[in-house]
């Protein structure tokens, strides 16, 4: 199979999936209107609710949801043969995660701008909400924790790339002063700091950036405490200051490198040299672990919390939902495909053949157990054997791979921290509707989001301590992917409105996860890991609770319709109560 024809397949696939689907969804099934207020300007602060526009909104968005997920879930999916990852990372945005993104970002908004959980109280009951805020705090938790060891990690494995990443910070707020102050042009100046950042790219390669050796203090441990203090002060700032210009200059990288590596397999048209299904040694079986590993490429939880975290915040209408929504996890499902072809055709490059793929998935151990480094090196390699067949020189190439995976692991470290608040700021909210306490001020509840973060990442000296419960991240986050599903089901179904759309993929992605959070369990038993067992377990019996708390909720809202419809029969006089409540 040659890789031209499936990234054309792939690409042309998305195009008629946003232009059929995703339009039936926004007018007959949502019905999107310009007409329905919107939270960025009903409680308009200037500093989280920001009404923006839609191309700068989907660079903030896009690179809030593509951390390092849709690029190593991918390189590690094709273990099982490069059919079944291509074809979870096709089919799967465009049924499940582009509509679980859609759906959140909706609910969310016709709901000022709450999260997920918030949501989960109010159409399912206040218990499942609580609950359910444990659930994205836990997994918030980890997200900091980890990414921030990752990109400690990454900086040390590509010092190369440390100055890029860096000068973007004041590049960044140049533009957004430039752009929200002295009112030029977001287009223009964006694309001036996408060549700042190429400059001091170059640059970078030969001024490598590397911390010491502070005694017992580890290099990836100095760069965990520098990132989280970064989090803090980016997260708390308005989102205009920093975070919109730093994203939007990050979605013009996405797409210049999409377009490079494109451009790469147009002109060497290099063959798959990966088998189309493939039984490694050691591996698990492919259903479910497959669509537990592929994540962020095709449904990820953690994009529900983003939709209605920060992106919600700053639609600026409601029709560019669809467009944000829909269209950010079509695209990231494009860098998916991408990233399965630099793996499974350009690490075969230059005379390598087989030999080049095999080298890196002959067999489970040296894939995913081999650990991110080994799994980056293939995704760096075969990227810039793609590049190269362009003329960018090797060492360049694996340079602007790496300053792209950083940029892009940065932006979702900072706006889960501002997400995390969020939640954590609903969480401990009143019957009065405002948080508890200190909690009412966002600095406060931003330390407590990064001391907590900080305190599991140094739970181990190496800052490695988070990884002890990284293993049950994955099922949780797709559980999560399920559950914000239901949640869009139960608001469809009191809507009376078709709730297929939703609830398909949601039955599909609950098996998937229960089945794959039932195995953890067995293994995790075996190890005699019962902190990992309990984790599990809770997440199980979290998952049946929403199940059954969510059927009762649509079946007593069907109860309360049919009361109502009945006492119209009788008396001929309509109520709004009604509406209020199923609606």
């Given at each position: 199979?040659?890789?031209?024809?499936?990234?054309?397949?792939a690409?042309f696939?998305?195009i008629v999936?946003?232009?059929?689907y995703g339009?039936?969804?926004?007018?007959?099934?949502?019905?999107?209107?310009?007409?329905?207020p919107?939270?960025?300007?009903?409680?308009?602060?200037?500093v989280d609710y920001?009404?923006t526009?839609r191309?700068?909104?989907?660079?903030?968005?896009f690179?809030?949801?593509?951390g390092?997920?849709?690029?190593?879930?991918?390189?590690?999916?094709?273990?099982?043969?490069?059919?079944?990852?291509?074809?979870?990372?096709?089919?799967?945005p465009?049924?499940?995660?582009a509509v679980h993104d859609?759906?959140?970002?909706?609910?969310?908004s016709?709901?000022g701008?709450?999260?997920?959980?918030?949501?989960?109280r109010?159409l399912?009951?206040?218990?499942?909400?609580?609950?359910f805020?444990?659930l994205?705090q836990?997994?918030?938790?980890?997200?900091?924790?980890?990414?921030?060891?990752?990109m400690?990690?990454?900086?040390d494995?590509y010092?190369e790339?440390?100055?890029?990443?860096?000068?973007?910070?004041?590049?960044?707020i140049?533009?957004?002063?430039?752009?929200y102050k002295?009112g030029?042009?977001?287009?223009?100046y964006?694309i001036?700091?996408?060549?700042l950042?190429y400059?001091?790219?170059i640059v970078?390669?030969?001024?490598?950036?590397?911390l010491?050796?502070?005694g017992?203090v580890s290099?990836?441990v100095l760069w965990?405490?520098?990132?989280?203090i970064y989090?803090?002060?980016?997260?708390v700032?308005?989102v205009?200051?920093l975070?919109?210009?730093?994203d939007?200059i990050?979605?013009h990288?996405?797409?210049?490198?999409?377009?490079?590596?494109?451009?790469g397999?147009l002109v060497a048209r290099?063959?798959i040299?990966?088998?189309a299904?493939?039984?490694a040694?050691?591996?698990?079986?492919l259903?479910p672990?497959l669509f537990i590993?592929i994540?962020c490429?095709?449904?990820?939880?953690?994009?529900s919390?983003?939709?209605s975290?920060t992106?919600v915040k700053?639609?600026e209408?409601e029709?560019?939902?669809?467009?944000?929504?829909?269209?950010?996890?079509?695209?990231e499902?494009?860098l998916?495909v991408l990233v399965?072809l630099a793996?499974?055709?350009?690490?075969g490059m230059?005379g390598?053949?087989?030999?080049?793929?095999?080298?890196y998935?002959?067999?489970w151990a040296?894939?995913?157990?081999?650990?991110?480094?080994a799994?980056?090196?293939?995704i760096?390699?075969?990227?810039?054997?793609?590049?190269?067949?362009?003329?960018?020189p090797?060492?360049?190439?694996?340079t602007?791979?790496?300053?792209?995976?950083?940029?892009?692991?940065?932006?979702t470290?900072d706006?889960?921290t501002?997400?995390?608040?969020?939640?954590?700021?609903?969480?401990v909210r009143?019957?009065?509707g405002?948080p508890?306490?200190?909690f009412?001020n966002?600095?406060f509840?931003?330390f407590?989001v990064?001391a907590?973060?900080?305190?599991?990442?140094?739970?181990?000296?190496?800052g490695?301590?988070?990884l002890?419960?990284?293993?049950?991240?994955?099922?949780l986050?797709?559980?999560l992917?399920?559950?914000a599903?239901?949640?869009?089901t139960v608001?469809?179904?009191?809507?009376k409105?078709?709730?297929?759309?939703?609830?398909?993929?949601?039955?599909?992605?609950?098996?998937?996860?229960i089945?794959?959070?039932?195995?953890?369990?067995v293994?995790?038993?075996?190890?005699n890991?019962?902190?990992?067992?309990f984790?599990?377990?809770?997440?199980?019996?979290?998952a049946?609770?929403?199940?059954?708390?969510?059927?009762l909720?649509?079946?007593?809202?069907?109860?309360?319709e049919?009361v109502y419809?009945?006492?119209f029969?009788?008396?001929?006089i309509p109520?709004?109560e009604?509406?209020?409540r199923?609606?």
């Amino acid at each position: 199979m040659n890789s031209l024809v499936l990234a054309l397949i792939a690409f042309f696939g998305y195009i008629v999936a946003y232009k059929t689907y995703g339009s039936w969804l926004a007018k007959k099934i949502f019905k999107l209107s310009d007409k329905n207020p919107v939270p960025s300007k009903e409680f308009y602060d200037g500093v989280d609710y920001v009404p923006t526009k839609r191309h700068i909104l989907l660079g903030h968005h896009f690179t809030t949801i593509a951390g390092t997920g849709p690029i190593v879930g991918p390189a590690i999916g094709v273990i099982w043969g490069w059919l079944p990852a291509f074809l979870w990372v096709v089919l799967g945005p465009i049924f499940a995660g582009a509509v679980h993104d859609f759906t959140s970002l909706v609910m969310s908004s016709r709901h000022g701008g709450q999260t997920i959980g918030e949501l989960s109280r109010k159409l399912i009951s206040n218990r499942v909400g609580v609950i359910f805020l444990i659930l994205i705090q836990f997994l918030l938790w980890l997200v900091l924790a980890v990414f921030a060891m990752i990109m400690g990690l990454l900086f040390d494995m590509y010092p190369e790339s440390v100055l890029s990443i860096w000068m973007q910070i004041p590049i960044a707020i140049w533009i957004g002063y430039m752009v929200y102050k002295k009112g030029k042009k977001d287009t223009l100046y964006s694309i001036i700091g996408l060549i700042l950042l190429y400059v001091f790219a170059i640059v970078g390669i030969f001024l490598p950036i590397r911390l010491p050796q502070l005694g017992p203090v580890s290099p990836i441990v100095l760069w965990i405490v520098i990132l989280l203090i970064y989090s803090y002060f980016a997260s708390v700032l308005p989102v205009t200051t920093l975070l919109q210009p730093r994203d939007y200059i990050n979605s013009h990288e996405l797409l210049v490198l999409m377009g490079v590596l494109f451009a790469g397999i147009l002109v060497a048209r290099p063959a798959i040299v990966a088998p189309a299904f493939q039984v490694a040694k050691g591996a698990p079986s492919l259903w479910p672990t497959l669509f537990i590993i592929i994540a962020c490429g095709a449904i990820s939880g953690f994009h529900s919390l983003a939709s209605s975290g920060t992106t919600v915040k700053q639609l600026e209408n409601e029709k560019d939902a669809q467009f944000v929504g829909y269209g950010g996890m079509l695209l990231e499902g494009a860098l998916s495909v991408l990233v399965i072809l630099a793996v499974t055709a350009g690490l075969g490059m230059y005379g390598k053949g087989t030999a080049g793929y095999f080298q890196y998935y002959s067999e489970w151990a040296t894939t995913a157990g081999a650990g991110l480094a080994a799994q980056l090196k293939a995704i760096v390699e075969g990227a810039a054997n793609l590049m190269k067949a362009i003329g960018i020189p090797e060492l360049l190439g694996r340079t602007l791979m790496a300053v792209f995976i950083v940029s892009f692991a940065g932006t979702t470290l900072d706006s889960a921290t501002r997400i995390q608040r969020f939640a954590l700021e609903e969480l401990v909210r009143t019957k009065s509707g405002k948080p508890w306490g200190p909690f009412k001020n966002r600095y406060f509840s931003t330390f407590v989001v990064v001391a907590l973060a900080f305190g599991l990442a140094m739970s181990s000296p190496d800052g490695k301590g988070a990884l002890k419960l990284w293993p049950v991240f994955g099922a949780l986050n797709q559980l999560l992917a399920a559950l914000a599903l239901l949640i869009g089901t139960v608001y469809l179904a009191k809507k009376k409105i078709n709730p297929l759309p939703t609830l398909l993929p949601a039955v599909f992605m609950l098996t998937t996860t229960i089945v794959a959070t039932i195995q953890n369990i067995v293994t995790y038993a075996s190890q005699n890991n019962y902190l990992l067992v309990f984790i599990a377990g809770s997440t199980l019996v979290i998952a049946f609770w929403m199940v059954f708390e969510s059927l009762l909720s649509i079946a007593k809202s069907v109860k309360l319709e049919t009361v109502y419809q009945e006492e119209f029969k009788k008396t001929g006089i309509p109520t709004t109560e009604s509406e209020s409540r199923v609606c």
